[in-house]
């Protein structure tokens, strides 16, 4: 009893006395001990502790806010992928640890589904290897393959773990920027962006170690052309350059456009890594599985990096993952296969976002690929005057509309090297892989702002 009223009812008396012992006897050092020079960070690290999505995951938490930045999907996943993992769970089996490289049912399916693309067919132990998440396929990619000292070629814009990773290995990122080439009595398409040929081959010199590619291009939704992947091919091969090719939305093509593997270019096999997705091939990104493809003589390299980091994947989520790609490998001509039918729904909901963004007088820049639109807000006069000022303008613009009109998107600066970010920093992202109510609160949102302005 005494005991009880000295922790509680006396507690306010005793509240530096705690702080004082627990500070002393738990960690070991006083309240005014500094740090050891020994307890800072890496050097790897150093100035890569800012992250984009924490601090917009933050401001898009509340309920209120309709969530159209971040890039994951709140539409269901396939029923058959689903009830494959609820069997799955029941098998004890199964919920033990697999082949460290990727589960041997998985690596099978992969090697199917690809093998169909390439001219030779792909050693499913040697040519695959199963990570976490697409993240996992390029961390093994660049920590295996890039020294200290080299150069990484990286377009701009570009998903924000390039640079840093390339960092990270000790290499030097070398950025070449996409450019917008409008069509007179065209709407705005992720076609218009093109990178100049002379300007990047400029960027190619004895240092150079890799370029990393994405298309579908995330996220100004750009599906490369077979023409332009054979500018970059033909650049690999002249200067003897490795190739990452990030093809996560590989699926997400929409009408009138079609996804290329550089891979299956001539010359091109034997220097590529090439990087897919389950989370964004059956919309479970929770799932967090990846995949790289390619030659052993490089895909070794990546193993090795994996068994000393994360050494294997969930088995439960890879078996059902393989038994589900099995369903749609068998029917790939139908128009039920997965493969097919979600860039249909997401087509029909891309178009409905270039609607809807234009009754408020944002310009819409068409994607043809992936499940991101862009928008251009330099026609709004928003009153940004209560944001940080040192910010680009797309940032507190972003800030300012999830504030005072309740609705989210990422802004593209953040997706940019230092000297590119003020060429983008009037351009927003807004992710349209939502579920009609999702859309239908996003255009209350835009109905009424539009009402506002008019």
Known sequence: MLWSHWRFGSLGRNTKFLKTIFS????????SAKLSSKFKNAKRIEGLDKNLWIEFTKLSAHPSIVNLGQGFPDISPPEYLKEELSKIA?????????????????????SSLYGKFYQNQIDPNAEILVTVGAYGSLFNSIQG??????????IVPYYDCYEPMVRMAGATPVFVSLKSKPVAGKKLSSSDWKIDPKELESKFNSKTKAIIINTPHNPIGKVYTKEE???????????????????????????????????????????????????????????KLGWSIGPHHLIKHLQTVQQNTIYTCATPLQEALAQAFWIDIKRMDD?????????????????????????????????????????????????????????????????????NKKLSAIPVSAFCNTENKS????????????????????EEIIKAWSQQKS
């Open 229 to 287: 992947l054979q500018v970059i091919a033909d650049l690999c091969i002249k200067y003897d350059t490795l190739c990452i090719s990030d093809e996560v939305y590989e699926w997400l093509v929409y009408t009138g456009n079609k996804h290329f593997k550089i891979a299956t270019f001539p010359g091109m096999w034997e220097r590529t890594i090439t990087i897919g997705s389950a989370g964004k091939t059956f919309t479970v990104t929770g799932w």
């Open 423 to 442: 060429r983008f920093e009037k351009l927003v992202r807004f992710c349209f892989i939502k579920k009609d109510s999702t859309l239908d609160a996003a």
């Open 145 to 154: 393959l890039i020294e200290v000292g080299d150069e990484v070629i990286i």
């Open 90 to 110: 029941a098998i004890d089996s199964q919920n033990q640890y697999t082949r460290g490289f990727g589960h041997p049912p998985l690596v099978k399916a992969l």
């Open 335 to 403: 128009p039920e296969c997965y493969f097919n039918s979600l860039p249909k729904m997401l087509e029909v909901k891309r178009d409905r976002m270039v609607r809807l963004l234009e009754t408020v007088g944002l310009t819409p820049i068409v994607p043809d690929g992936g499940y991101f639109i862009l928008a251009d807000i330099s026609s709004l006069d928003a009153d940004l005057s209560d944001m940080k000022s040192d910010e680009p303008y797309d940032y507190k613009f972003v800030k300012w509309m999830i504030k």
């Open 24 to 31: 002393s006897t738990i960690t070991g050092l006083p309240t």
